[in-house]
């Protein structure tokens, strides 16, 4: 960003640096930006502020002196020495900040020998200067030799250098100001996006509590109207059979009993349906649990279907005492080693059941058997309710309904599930009852 001379100094600080300057030399000082504009002057000469710069021709030539300074000085020049066309002598040294020409400081208004007074007398009488008071203020002003003002130029440098220098910092102030003002707007756009993302966030997340709400009671009714009308076919299809079974051929009594058998496997479905409503519509009973206790308690519910085959069923001794859910907990690690009795195919079934640890210390719970496996395609699936990979009656039959309990039951805890698995040769599924970062 470009700017102006004025906007990089204090110019009244350098106006009071300008006249302590001339108090302590005697020379004449003014510092002009690169468009003429004079910023600061100190110690002045009559002969300038009375007569040069009043009149229009006059001032004409100072500031044509001034622009040829500046211009031999953005030649590169590091000072410039030079008789104005009003008979005075000015140096120009220039104020360089980054590389860049701000502007100049001038000291002048001085002569090198004592005035030709026959040519001032001339410049009087041409443009209707008082001579005697014309004069009379020439004769005031200091005469310095050129050896003396050359001597002079290196502190004129350094002054100039200084000077400059503090430009640079008032600039770099400029452009950090700036860089933490636009950082700022930033912020305050990224504020206000945030603020409205929110917003919307909250707006959906409520709509959509309250879609899955009103989809829980769906389910609730839905399932538990449906009953009522099942059992009655049920219980009229068993009536026919006890009591007309005499009457009916063999291909009346197999569409009863098929009957009988949809209406029994619709039941199952209902159930399932029911239990995976009433998950959502209660609260989380979150409390500090034994994993152990909690895993004996899922092996003993499935007591039968670990009889029906040979069996090993290991379960690690670093299990520890967790905050979640044990109903829900419960029901995971249930559905959990359900699945891996039920979809296992070797002459013995081997089951893990475990916890491991993040680098944080955080717990995570895992089942691990040696079953069928589960293409890598289907892991979403999996958890999709009533959504079964094999046949109906394939592995014992079954809903389909379990891993989407499950999966209902870890999400309601604010935790993840995930699967790591081969097929013929096993999987793994892991989980987490406490809200986390896990891959």
């Known amino acids: 960003m470009e700017?102006?001379?004025s906007e990089l100094f204090d110019i009244k600080e350098l106006q009071s640096l300008m006249e302590s300057f001339t108090i302590a030399t005697e020379f004449s000082t003014a510092i002009l930006d690169l468009e003429g504009k004079i910023l600061t002057s100190a110690g002045w000469s009559d002969v300038c502020t009375k007569f040069h710069r009043i009149?229009?021709?006059?001032?004409?030539?100072?500031?044509?002196?001034?622009?040829?300074?500046?211009?031999?000085?953005?030649r590169g020049e590091h000072y410039n020495i030079y008789k104005c066309k009003n008979g005075l002598i000015d140096v120009a040294v220039p104020i360089i900040i980054e590389g860049t020409h701000m502007g100049n400081l001038f000291i002048g208004q001085i002569l090198f020998e004592v005035p030709n007074v026959e040519y001032f007398k001339k410049q009087a009488k041409e443009f209707g200067f008082n001579e005697s008071f014309y004069l009379e203020a020439l004769n005031?002003?200091?005469?310095?030799?050129?050896?003396?003002?050359?001597?002079?130029?290196?502190?004129?440098?350094?002054?100039?250098?200084?000077?400059?220098?503090l430009g640079l910092a008032k600039k770099q102030q400029l452009e950090r100001n700036k860089q933490i003002s636009d950082l700022l707007e930033i912020e305050e756009t990224l504020n206000q996006e945030l603020v409205q993302e929110k917003e919307k966030l909250e707006r959906l997340t409520e709509e959509l509590q309250k879609s899955n709400k009103e989809l829980d009671d769906f389910a609730y009714i839905a399932s538990h109207d449906l009953r009522e009308p099942l059992r009655g076919i049920n219980n009229y299809s068993d009536f026919l059979l006890e009591d007309y079974a005499d009457k009916l051929d063999n291909e009346g009594k197999s569409m009863l009993m098929t009957v009988s058998k949809l209406t029994h496997r619709l039941d199952?479905?209902?159930?399932?349906?029911?239990?995976?409503?009433?998950l959502g519509r209660t609260s989380t009973d979150q409390k500090a649990v034994s994993i152990k206790d909690i895993i004996d308690d899922a092996i003993n519910s499935l007591e039968l279907s670990i009889r029906e085959r040979p069996t090993v069923i290991t379960v690690n001794e670093n299990l520890p005492v967790v905050n979640c859910d044990p109903f829900r907990t419960t029901e995971v690690f249930k559905n959990l080693i359900g699945n891996a009795l039920k979809y296992n195919n070797k002459p013995e079934r081997h089951i893990e059941v475990g916890c491991l640890f993040t680098e944080s210390n955080e717990p995570f719970f895992y089942v691990k058997d040696n079953g069928i496996g589960i293409k890598e395609k289907h892991f979403d699936?999996?958890?999709m309710i009533f959504k079964r990979l094999h046949p109906r009656d394939k592995y014992g039959g079954g809903t389909g309904a379990g891993l989407t309990?499950?999966?209902k039951c870890v999400t309601l805890q604010r935790g993840k599930i995930w699967i790591e698995s081969k097929l013929n040769e096993g999987t793994t599924f892991y989980f987490t009852v406490t809200e986390g970062t896990f891959s």
């Open 3 to 5: 700017y102006k001379f």
């Open 405 to 407: 309990i499950a999966k």
């Open 140 to 165: 005031k002003m200091p005469v310095f030799t050129e050896e003396k003002i050359k001597q002079t130029m290196e502190f004129l440098l350094k002054l100039a250098k200084m000077i400059g220098n």
């Open 55 to 74: 009149h229009p021709i006059t001032s004409k030539r100072c500031t044509e002196s001034d622009t040829v300074l500046a211009a031999q000085l953005n």
């Open 381 to 383: 699936n999996v958890f």
């Open 268 to 278: 199952q479905f209902i159930d399932s349906l029911l239990f995976f409503s009433r």
